[in-house]
């Protein structure tokens, strides 16, 4: 059978349960694929192929058992910032260059579980800190769509990948967008659950009241198929929910009649490319042709104050967090200095990219005495009014929609000496995380040969919602089928 890395979840599924190919078959084919394209797309920190052969022989070993489940045996790959057992994690940052976790992340376990296969781990923005993967401390990522350009960021390993067929299906984490945005430039599906749904154990820490993981996919109904795995309480992470996990491929369903929708203009932001523009409005009437009632005049006014709390709340917790990258305990350290204070200091120095170091500055200094109350205290005030302006939206619409970004995948190199400018392509996703609510990105047509990405945001938990507007969509428009060309 050929071309088997160009496989859903859901089709390789029915093929392994009925017996017609193996996990080791699909395995191969993936890796063979995968080493013949990421020369040029870059999308992998680190390729695991003997380990991912000897997991795809235990899943066929559980099905000739009669044990499948759909995730069972499809060969997958996981951002650099998950530990796995065994299994190097560098945050794509030098100053874990060398490190080797002793323990799984919680989602890691739970797809072990089922026996999923993990072909290595892909690379990213240093510790998820960019819109673009050029942050990587290793290599830049390219978009399988235009290798000039970027798959976005953080999660640009991941996305470009599925896109271009090097796994089935990634895993990435998303802390103001770093999974919606890549999809969007990729042309895949990328979910950020609502925060607390999927648990946070095992995932190395950037802004720890942001991060949230999630799944990439083809297509939306491997998009259900990984949430029902990964999502769930878990004691070791006492931000998770302790509700029950439904069956989210059960809103699996072309009927949107009724549902109430709201396109919140301030998303439709100056500088916007008016192509983008055009395919949003577009995707929204085939919405509302498919059955939705559409409110174009929804404001959500506190919207315009997200990029400014983001860019203080995220740095704040990064500050913290990456306070533990001394070279005392693990990962890189500095050497050759004659004091502790000296070799802690170089070690951050030479550890840590620009990008991080700058985070790092911006976050100690809101956290200082003297500014803690005009940034960091002020900055949680507004969070809790942009959270409060959704939950009232949200009493009114069943879903907002809104772009992922305000523009199509942009050149590589072309805004990495105007932060502010990187910033911006993150200015429709951000609120989401701040408001701890889920959004889905899927493919919703395509601008200068590059793919344009839909956002659908929902109230909390209600992820399900999501799946129903994004599966009707998606079955009613060709977007989903479109490749890029190897």
């Known amino acids: 059978m050929q071309d088997l890395h160009r496989l859903t979840i859901h089709e390789s599924h029915k093929l392994l349960k009925d017996k017609k190919i193996s996990s080791v078959e699909l395995t191969e084919a993936t890796l063979k694929h995968l080493n013949e394209v990421d020369g040029k797309i870059r999308a992998c920190m680190t390729v695991a192929g003997e380990y991912a052969m000897q997991a795809a022989k235990a899943a066929d070993k559980a099905i000739g058992a009669g044990k499948i489940e759909p995730l069972t045996g499809v060969p997958a790959l996981i951002k650099d910032n998950m530990c796995i057992r065994g299994m190097r994690t560098t945050c794509s940052s030098k100053i874990l260059e060398n490190f080797i976790p002793p323990y799984d992340a919680n989602v890691i376990e739970k797809l072990k579980a089922c026996n999923s296969v993990f072909l290595g781990k892909a690379n990213m923005d240093e510790f998820a800190m960019g819109s673009s993967t050029e942050n990587s401390a290793y290599f830049a990522t390219h978009n399988p769509w235009n290798l000039d ?32 945005q890549p999809a969007g430039f990729c042309g895949v599906v990328g979910m950020k659950p609502t925060y607390g ?17 999630g799944p990439l996919t083809k297509d939306v ?14 004691k070791r992470d006492s931000t998770t929910a302790n509700l029950p996990v439904p069956d989210y491929t059960r809103a699996l369903k072309k009927d949107i009649k009724g549902l109430k929708l709201g396109v919140p203009k301030e998303y439709f932001v100056e500088g916007m490319q008016p192509e983008v523009r055009l395919a949003l409005e577009t995707a929204i009437k ?60 170089k070690t951050k120095q030479f550890g840590f990219g620009a990008e991080v170091k700058r985070r790092i500055m ?15 205290l002020k900055a949680q005030k507004v969070r809790t009014l942009i959270k409060q302006e959704f939950e009232e939206a949200f009493k009114k619409y069943d879903a907002l929609v809104t772009p992922t970004s305000p523009t199509v995948s942009f050149k590589i190199g072309e805004k990495t000496d105007d932060p502010m400018q990187m910033y911006l392509s993150d200015v429709c996703t951000l609120p989401i995380n701040i408001a701890g609510v889920p959004a889905v990105s899927i493919p919703a047509g395509m601008v200068n040969g590059l793919p344009v990405g839909m956002q659908i945001i929902g109230r909390h938990f209600a992820e399900e919602t999501l799946l129903q507007l994004a599966y009707a969509y998606e079955q009613a428009t060709p977007w989903h089928t479109k490749k890029p060309a190897v």
Not at 197 to 213: E, N, T
């Open 149 to 180: 350009c970027v798959p976005g960021g953080s999660s640009g390993g991941s996305a470009a990948a599925v896109a271009i067929d090097e796994a089935i299906y990634a895993l990435g984490s998303d802390t103001g967008g770093s999974i919606r």
């Open 197 to 213: 749904r999927v648990s946070r154990y095992g995932l190395v820490a950037f802004a720890s009241s942001l991060d949230q993981i």
């Open 221 to 234: 109904t491997d998009c259900a198929l990984v949430m029902n795995v990964i999502s769930g309480h878990d």
């Open 286 to 345: 085939k919405l509302e042709e498919l059955g939705a009632v559409i409110d174009w005049d929804v404001s959500l006014p506190h919207t315009k104050y997200a990029l400014a709390i983001y860019y203080i709340l995220a740095p704040s917790e990064a500050s913290a967090n990456l306070a533990r990258y001394d070279g005392v305990k693990y990962g890189y350290s500095y050497r050759d200095a004659d004091t502790m204070w000296e070799a802690m200091e």
């Open 362 to 376: 911006l976050g100690t200094y809101a956290l200082s005495a003297g500014y803690y109350d005009a940034y960091y």
